[in-house]
């Protein structure tokens, strides 16, 4: 049990477009999901928590205009990119959390590569 | 600002003996401790997950939490190559819809 998927798994797009990212919670339905971000050799970064139905509540530093999170459902998170630049290249890796547990379950993640 | 440090290693081990990583964390009204397990260029997994103070066993794995000492730690007992990764250490402050602290990993090595 506890399954997310991401799709892409891996896209390169030319510096200006945007880029959407799906995260799906497969065998569970998530009320809250995570967005997070990791670049080489660091460690993983919370960007934006988002819960089915209402607005994503944004990190200090992440620009809400540029990521935009959308979970319409309990299984369905989508983070766009818009604009990408060189600088947002990077491994994004969402997770998802069901009910009233706190263990959170991460999608094998989305490595974007911006040119 | 909510802190969450672990030594950043690397951390070598022989096979079949026991691993032990550590980390401590700031904010003192944490409530949840996890431990990922994360090889390179792949997603986090989730090994382990703590509330209580004490030690909590699940196969080869025991974590141990100290709220007191605002410490968490991670056991591997039999170390095996598969084992070799980074690990993540987690912290939940609890209530409303916060993600995850995590701190930078360390980096395990076993030695065949």
């Known amino acids: 049990g506890a399954v997310v998927s991401q799709h892409p798994s891996w896209v390169i797009c030319k510096s200006g477009t945007s880029v959407k990212i799906e995260c799906r919670s497969l065998?569970?339905?998530?009320?809250?999901m995570f967005w997070y971000r990791q670049f080489p050799k660091q460690s993983l970064m919370l960007m934006a928590t988002s819960n089915e139905g209402s607005k994503a509540t944004y990190e200090q530093g992440v620009e809400k205009d540029k990521f935009l999170i959308n979970h319409a459902s309990l299984t369905l998170s989508t983070l766009t990119v818009t604009s990408a630049h060189p600088e947002d290249s990077s491994f994004y890796i969402c997770?998802?959390?069901?009910?009233?547990?706190?263990?959170?379950?991460f999608g094998p993640g989305t490595r974007l590569t911006v040119t | 600002q909510k802190e969450v440090e672990q030594n950043s290693g690397p951390l070598s081990v022989p096979e079949g003996a026991i691993a032990s990583l550590n980390c401590t964390y700031s904010d003192r009204g944490s409530q949840s401790f996890f431990w990922y397990r994360q090889y390179s260029g792949k997603s986090p997994e989730l090994i382990m997950f703590i509330y209580s103070n004490g030690d909590k066993e699940d196969g080869r794995f025991t974590a141990q939490l100290n709220k007191a000492s605002q410490y968490v730690s991670l056991l591997i007992r039999d170390s095996q190559p598969s084992d070799s990764a980074t690990y993540l250490c987690a912290v939940h402050s609890g209530g409303g819809a916060d993600g995850l602290t995590f701190g930078k990993g360390t980096h395990l090595i076993i030695q065949p």
């Open positions: 997770s998802a959390r069901g009910g009233a547990s706190d263990e959170q379950y």
């Open positions: 065998d569970f339905q998530a009320t809250t």
